[in-house]
């Protein structure tokens, strides 16, 4: 529900086409203008080309460029430069030929595929398995064998056996659309499955298709071109890869019938390739998008005052945050996602702090945390802890305090333990290696820590993988873990959205009970009004980056006096139920049958 | 009027389980209630307790293995592929995400269109009713050009709405339509939902994990657990005293935005943890 | 674990078994002369028929297949048609060689590519560019024309290693490690990229996730973050790209060898398919299908011992 960075978020743009994007593209501009002149020179090769490329003059054996023969001849007295021509029409049209080849097998068995699913799938996977358990080489060898040297044959099956790469690709983004709600809203709205595939299921598929182009017919050139280069080729049509043949074959003698072809070739896969990237970039937006800050980052417009309740209790502050901002590079500057933040928390005192989406409640914790996501920077304000400045700390000296005296309960339990090893090493490794604790010691710790946190078999779970828990467990797992160092301080980022109701109950009961323990303070995050009725004492309301409000729990909750507090308890829902439907018996009954 | 609209008669759905030897699983076993025409009713129910899996199975989207959907007189447990797309025209859908129940690359007028498609609207007709519709659920008319991704989580959840109102259903199956929304969007989504059910008469099926939202918007709730109903009944008297245990727990575990009121819940909650905790031991050794 | 290893062999079999029928009958598509081109151009009928009986082909092609099969199943892969040599002797001794080579290539892939890989995702900034520049040049030029570019300017205008030609370790390893230099690296250029691209990726995916937060909130230093969680998370992708990158090496060993005239497998196949010399292409196709299975179950088992929602289900 929090999103973790603004900066992240509009993947997609609008504004120009495609193709205009891709011309400014710093790669795509210079890829598509050498891949422009080589398919020119290939569509126009018949017309260009000054002579017959397979036409033999005794005389220009081996010639040197001269007026009549532009870039010499060949060990047969061939022009190369003819050839060369008549070359770039065959190796392209190949690479085409692979392209059509792989994308009609692929994109047409990947969508019935992925959509259906059943004997096709199958059927699909086993083709993908079989096409992976040989290389590509020895399958067109073997295909020669009986097929003859033909250029089109030859291509043809490489397209073929590439075509998985198209079938996975669509596969997984079909089967990824399908699992859309979008898709089943179609569905809903009566769209037969043909409706289905043409409107939602095509355009999703659109974009990975067309990356993959440039990279297949790249393969596909070069393949033919290695192929021809072992002299496999149809010997009727000359292609790159048999000019670098005979070249190879005559080094000694000239290394002009090389340079060419070599040329010519390395130019237009690289071209292609980065033609590929310069796509992606494009089409997924996974471009340079460190912005190079147009102007220094300022904040814009005043902070409005906090209303501050003025009911704090004596006592010492733990921590205190003065007009803390945080912000993100942007396309024109800065995102400023959090623009005053001030906050007392004092010494055992479980404070909240509420805000709706986008309030920078969460971007505040991480700043306090010294954990911003990449590319957030705090701007301006400080951060104290027990008479210390965080502010400006780096990663080292953060880890003094971090895991120790500040600990830290996310929002997600499942993706915040690491997948590869058990809840017992992510346990025991801080406290090893943190906190100096000898192994065995550190065993017992996590295992008592387990018990405390009311899981049922301690040792069981320290066994365990994240992946065996339930995300109530998994939660219990991440709070042992934050209390493991008693620490003064705990950050828990809404620490029960994910949970179910029920869940939410025992884990808040959980939380109280571990602070009255340990004594610790505790900084909820959260944006439920009842999570804070039920643990906070005091509690500060957070909008649009500034907080707004701040007070002990009951007295807001009882004279919100900030419009925006007070707009928020409006929205509750706590109004009357609904009366029964008139003209109906009011209905008691219960469902027979339907109670165990 | 006291026909019902849609009755469910021990309904059940069942997921073949994966591997040959796998058992199938039962997400929902037996579940018995009854729409009106022009109510609401409320389905309530923790993760795994089975309650989307009902609307997916009312929508075609989830297997009836077992019982009967009766819907104005006619039963539609396993109706033709031909009938099924007639009966969208009836029964509607409004999803908790409003983020994937819009493609994206559409522009918010051609989701709108969507359900007129298959109906051989016309394209005046449709650029009209999509009008109308945008109207209905207070955004401007301009919206229709724009895509999914200038609009907000409210926003899209009003046209997701409006996609389920254009063909005029009788019943719209809300799958937890505003857990995905902020505390103020959420409140203006639900008057949104009451006022349309004032105007249009249409029937709703409202799944919420949220006693309190299904309290304020149902008729008749009722409360699910492990794929089963464990109470069903008037609205009043399931959210504020319900009878079977897990009712009462749900209730006392939802926290109240009261100070006073929570401690004092927190602590019925307790007690009544105790009690059930002696209840089951009783059980047990009995 | 034990059926996991034994589930991935099966299908392995399976896969083989198809191979082997779908080449086997696709090939009888060009057998119609081989015969005559064996016994000679000038032979007449009598001879050619001899021949025919010789070689087992007047047989009906499913008693062909039966035949080949069941001493196949034994390790007998038949006999070559043209020099009668043993198929199981000759594509054994030359597969070792291209095996070499391709094993060569997927270590030093993957010592170089995890490395480079690591490196970009870990400092990013301009090495990361670096990286990723020559990770996409490594790709787009084809192996072959680097191959002949580093003989070009490392065996022929400097003489540093051998133009072409082997030695076999055995007889002297200097030399050997002289003469497998350049194909090794010609090979692994251009596998770097997609190895490094790829480590690259599944680090940074590591970097952004949750639990990397979490692990940082609890005071672990960077440094064991990286090398322990971060590293072990992106370990499943990369081994997938390097055991894909094997399959890709051992086709590029056949072209490669040919171009520095290594008799590993490559020569061999070339050799046996302009003559239509069913038995040894075969013979290569069915063992290069083995190795490449047993080599994806090696992946396999690699990857299930390191992510454990694959050991333990």
Redesign the interface.
């Known amino acids: 529900m929090s999103s973790v960075s603004p900066a992240a978020a509009p993947a997609r743009r609008s504004g120009p086409g495609l193709f205009r994007r891709l011309v400014r593209h710093p790669l795509g501009g210079v890829s598509m203008l050498i891949l422009a002149v080589v398919v020119l020179i290939g569509a126009l090769a018949p017309w260009l080309a000054p002579f017959d490329p397979s036409a033999t003059d005794l005389r220009m054996i081996l010639a040197e460029p001269g007026p009549e023969y532009l870039l010499g001849g060949d060990a047969a007295g061939r022009d190369i430069l003819s050839r060369l021509l008549v070359a770039t029409a065959f190796s392209l049209a190949g690479g085409l030929l692979v392209m059509a080849v792989a994308v009609t097998v692929g994109l047409t068995s990947g969508l019935i595929a992925g959509y259906y699913g059943g004997f096709i799938d199958a059927a699909g996977a086993w083709f993908t398995a079989l096409t992976m358990s040989l290389p590509s080489i020895i399958v067109l060898i073997a295909a020669r064998s009986v097929m003859g040297p033909s250029m089109w044959w030859t291509m043809a099956i490489f397209g073929l056996f590439i075509s998985p790469v198209y079938y996975r690709v669509v596969y997984t983004s079909v089967r990824s659309v399908r699992n859309e709600l979008y898709v089943d809203a179609a569905r809903t709205s009566g769209l037969g499955d043909a409706r289905i595939i043409g409107r939602h299921v095509l355009l999703a598929v659109r974009a990975p298709v067309i990356l993959l182009m440039s990279g297949v017919i790249a393969a596909g050139i070069g393949m033919q071109a290695g192929f021809d280069f072992l002299g496999l080729g149809d010997p009727t049509t000359p292609t790159w890869g048999q000019m670098l043949n005979e070249g190879f074959y005559n080094i000694n003698r000239s290394s002009n019938l090389v340079l060419w072809p070599a040329l010519v070739l390395g130019l237009t896969t690289i071209a292609l390739t980065l033609l590929g990237t310069a796509l992606r970039d494009e089409l997924e937006g996974t471009g340079d998008k460190r912005h190079k800050a147009a102007s220094p980052w300022a904040l814009d417009g005043e902070v409005a005052p906090l209303l501050d309740h003025g009911d704090a209790p004596a006592g010492e502050a733990l921590l205190t945050v003065r007009d803390l901002a945080v912000a993100y590079p942007a396309a024109d500057g800065y995102a400023t996602v959090v623009k005053g933040a001030r906050l007392t928390v004092r010494r055992g005192e479980t404070h909240g702090l509420i805000g709706e989406s986008g309030s920078g409640k969460t971007q505040t914790a991480f700043a306090i945390l010294g954990l911003l996501p990449q590319g957030g920077k705090v701007m301006a304000g400080s951060v104290e802890f027990d008479g210390e400045e965080l502010v400006g700390r780096s990663d080292a000296q953060m880890n003094r305090l971090r895991g120790s005296r500040i600990a830290y309960v996310p929002q997600e339990p499942m993706s915040n333990l690491d997948p590869s090893f058990t809840v017992g090493h992510q346990l025991t490794e801080p406290l090893v290696k943190v906190l100096g604790m000898k192994k065995g010691a550190a065993k017992e710790r996590a295992l008592s820590l387990l018990a405390k946190v009311g899981i049922p078999d301690p040792q069981r779970a320290f066994d365990s993988y994240p992946h065996q828990l339930s995300g109530g467990m998994a939660q219990r797992v991440l709070i042992a873990g934050a209390v493991s160092s008693h620490p003064d301080l705990l950050i828990a980022d809404e620490p029960t959205t994910a949970l179910d109701v029920t869940v939410q109950a025992e884990v808040l009961d959980l939380l109280r009970d571990l602070q009255e323990e340990l004594g610790m303070a505790i900084l909820i995050v959260t944006h439920n009004f009842g999570v804070v009725a039920d643990i906070c004492d005091r509690v500060t309301v957070m909008q649009k980056g500034v907080m707004v409000e701040t007070g002990a729990t009951r007295a807001v909750f009882e004279g919100p006096r900030h419009e925006y507090t007070r707009a928020l308890f409006a929205a509750i829902p706590q109004g009357a139920p609904r009366a029964p439907l008139p003209g109906v018996a009011s209905a008691g009954s219960l469902g027979a049958g339907a109670l165990r | 009027m006291n026909q019902p609209l849609l009755t469910v008669d021990a309904l059940e759905v069942a997921y073949p389980g994966r591997g040959l030897r796998a058992l199938p699983f039962r997400a929902v076993k037996g579940v018995s209630f009854d729409i009106r025409p022009g109510e609401t009713v409320g389905l309530v129910g923790e993760s795994g307790s089975g309650k989307t899996t009902i609307g997916r199975a009312l929508l075609g989207l989830a297997p009836v293995s077992g019982g009967t959907l009766t819907f104005k007189g006619e039963d539609i447990s396993h109706p033709t592929k031909q009938r099924r797309r007639e009966l969208t025209r009836d029964i509607q859908v409004v999803y908790q995400d409003p983020y994937s129940s819009l493609n994206p690359a559409l522009t918010i007028g051609a989701s709108l269109t969507e359900p007129m498609i298959v109906r051989k609207t016309s394209k005046k007709e449709a650029g009209a009713r999509v009008r109308e519709l945008l109207d209905m659920v207070a955004l401007p008319a301009d919206a229709a050009d724009r895509y999914p991704r200038e609009f907000s989580g409210g926003q899209r959840q009003r046209v997701a709405i409006a996609r389920a109102l254009a063909l005029d259903p009788t019943l719209i199956v809300c799958d937890e339509p505003v857990s995905a929304l902020d505390l103020s969007t959420q409140a203006r989504v639900l008057e949104l939902f009451l006022e349309i059910q004032e105007r249009t008469g249409v029937a709703y099926l409202f799944i919420s994990h949220d006693l309190a939202v299904v309290r304020e918007m149902s008729h008749r709730v009722a409360v699910l657990y492990h794929g089963e109903i464990v109470e069903w009944g008037d609205g009043d008297a399931v959210t504020s005293a319900p009878e079977h245990p897990y009712t009462q727990r749900l209730l006392l575990a939802s926290p109240v935005p009261d100070p006073a009121a929570q401690e004092q819940r927190r602590a019925d909650r307790l007690r009544l943890k105790d009690i059930q905790a002696q209840q089951d031991l009783q059980a047990g050794a009995a | 674990m034990l059926s996991f290893v034994s589930r991935r062999l099966a299908?392995g079999v399976g896969?083989?078994a198809?191979?082997a029928v779908l080449?086997f009958f696709?090939?009888q598509?060009?057998v119609s002369d081989v015969a005559q081109r064996i016994a000679g151009q000038q032979a007449g009928p009598d001879a050619v028929a001899v021949v025919e009986e010789r070689i087992g082909v007047d047989r009906p092609v499913l008693v062909q297949f039966a035949d080949w099969a069941s001493s196949a199943l034994t390790g007998d892969l038949g006999r070559s048609w043209f020099s009668g040599q043993e198929v199981t002797e000759a594509v054994m001794s030359r597969m070792a060689v291209t095996v070499s080579l391709a094993v060569g290539s997927v270590v030093l892939t993957a010592i170089i590519g995890i490395t480079l890989g690591a490196l970009a995702a870990t400092r990013r900034g301009w090495a990361d560019r670096a990286v990723q520049f020559l990770a996409?040049?490594g790709?787009?030029?084809?192996?072959?024309?680097l191959a002949?570019?580093l003989v070009?300017v490392f065996a022929?205008n400097l003489d540093w290693f051998p133009a072409t030609g082997y030695t076999r370790p055995s007889d002297d390893l200097g030399a050997w490690a002289l003469s497998i230099t350049l194909p090794v690296v010609a090979l692994t250029v251009g596998s770097i990229g997609g190895v490094a691209q790829q480590v690259r990726g599944s680090m940074i995916d590591a970097f952004?996730?949750?639990?990397v937060?979490?692990?940082?909130?609890?005071?672990?230093?960077?440094r064991?973050i990286v090398f322990?969680?971060v590293l072990?998370?992106a370990a499943g992708p990369a081994l997938t790209v390097l055991g894909?990158q094997f399959?890709?090496l051992?086709?590029?060993a056949?072209?490669v060898e040919?171009?520095f005239s290594i008799p590993g497998l490559?020569p061999l196949?070339?050799n046996?398919?302009?003559q239509?010399d069913?038995p040894v292409?075969m013979g290569?196709?069915v063992v290069?299908?083995v190795i490449?299975?047993l080599v994806?179950t090696l992946v396999d088992v690699v990857q299930a011992w390191?992510?454990?929602?694959v050991r333990?289900s």
């Open positions: 299908t896969l083989i198809t191979l080449t696709f090939l598509f060009g996409v040049l790709q787009a030029i084809p192996g072959f024309l002949m570019a070009l022929i952004e996730r949750d639990y937060r979490t692990l940082r909130s609890r005071g672990l230093p960077r064991s322990q969680h072990r998370n894909l399959v890709i051992l086709g590029g056949v072209i040919t171009l490559g196949a070339l046996a398919t302009s239509g069913i292409v290569i196709v290069t299908g490449v299975v994806n390191v992510n454990p929602k333990l």
